[in-house]
């Protein structure tokens, strides 16, 4: 370094920082041999602190204002004015700017499952994700707490330590607060509140705050997910006769199925029987065919349900009915329920099931 570059180092007298990398924290105004001239001019930012360190020890936190380093309680003195010592001050002073805007969209999320007790299923793993805010809140507790002599102090070197901090908050809020899973969807921000409020203590030793917090997805296993689909599913079938009955229809209309080609081979029959009864006999001039009446819809069976025990067995179809009252497993005192009955009802007060005991001998005589 030569003469003249020293020398013109230290007539520099405006200190200030600006910054565009949007994640540096701490930035170090670099000086050669840390020395600041007498009188100069800092600069500090809206968004902004700086940090006096003299000789070590934090002397001073600036706000946002223009200040001149020059008052009598600021020890700094210029190499210019200590020609004895060759142009080494003894005096070591440093400034560090500290950016006091909010980083945001900073990732968290679980690495492991966490274990819950949910009042619906039981034991379950479940995974989370989001994003959060984190703000300096005391620049001299961020210095001497976290930051040290670092240069140039980014996010990335403080994230970790804040994700760990808020996965083990996550863990012990969620199995703590006793929301359902299914009901976790609408209560995230009600979670992420109360996360923040339980690190709120350990992050103002750090110095910083976290003013937002978001949980973006809480996911149970593929397992879990995939029951879940299944029972909605079932939900939407509705009717579970009417749902068989329509897949059953669905599979003979379509192409190439077994169920479509002995529907269509019948179509074809009948069309065949049809043609001969037009044609007539001996190759007589075809007669018009009467309109035969449409035959009326078949019956729809009714399947049972009955009650035993305390609980409720079946469906049962009307034949398995009559088999179960043939070997005692139906008797007239039995309650038995189906679609459209209003509430249950006993065997014999049921006129589709009192035939069944009609048909049955009485019980023998005693002593016979």
Not at 60 to 73: A, I, K, Q, R, S
Not at 158 to 185: H, Y
């Amino acid at each position: 370094m030569g003469i003249f570059d020293f020398l013109s180092g230290e007539f520099i007298d405006v200190i200030h920082w600006t910054d565009d990398t949007r994640d540096t924290m701490v930035w170090r105004f670099e000086r050669h041999g840390h020395e600041i001239k007498y009188g100069a001019k800092l600069t500090v930012r809206e968004g902004q602190a700086a940090v006096f360190v003299h000789e070590g020890q934090l002397a001073d936190v600036f706000t946002p204002g223009l200040y001149m380093l020059e008052t009598n309680n600021m020890p700094i003195m210029t190499t210019l004015q200590h020609w004895d010592h060759g142009f080494k001050s003894p005096f070591k002073s440093e400034i560090y700017f500290v950016s006091t805007n909010r980083f945001t969209d900073l990732k968290w999320g679980t690495k492991n499952p966490i274990m819950l007790r949910d009042p619906e299923f039981g034991p379950v793993r479940i995974r989370a994700f989001g994003t959060y805010t984190i703000k300096v809140v005391d620049p001299a507790r961020f210095m001497t707490e976290i930051v040290g002599t670092d240069g140039e102090f980014t996010t990335d070197e403080i994230s970790f330590q804040i994700r760990n901090i808020l996965v083990q908050e996550f863990s012990r809020t969620l199995a703590a607060s006793g929301i359902p899973v299914l009901d976790m969807a609408a209560n995230t921000q009600e979670v992420g509140q109360l996360v923040a409020k339980a690190i709120s203590g350990t992050m103002e030793q750090y110095g910083v705050s976290l003013p937002e917090l978001y949980i973006e997805n809480i996911s149970l296993p593929p397992a879990v997910e995939k029951a879940l689909d299944e029972r909605t599913s079932r939900g939407i079938a509705g009717n579970l006769d009417e749902h068989m009955k329509w897949k059953a229809a669905e599979a003979m209309t379509q192409p190439g199925s077994a169920a479509g080609q002995a529907m269509g081979m019948g179509m074809g029959a009948g069309l065949g029987m049809q043609m001969m009864h037009q044609q007539g006999p001996w190759g007589a001039a075809p007669q018009p065919a009467a309109a035969a009446p449409a035959p009326p819809p078949p019956p729809v069976e009714h399947v049972w349900h009955i009650a035993e025990g305390g609980q409720t067995k079946g469906p049962y179809s009307k034949a398995r009915l009559a088999e179960m009252a043939g070997n005692g497993g139906l008797t007239r005192e039995t309650y038995v329920w189906t679609q459209g009955q209003d509430g249950w009802k006993k065997a014999e007060d049921v006129t589709e099931l009192a035939q069944l005991f009609t048909i049955m001998p009485p019980p023998p005589p005693p002593g016979v």
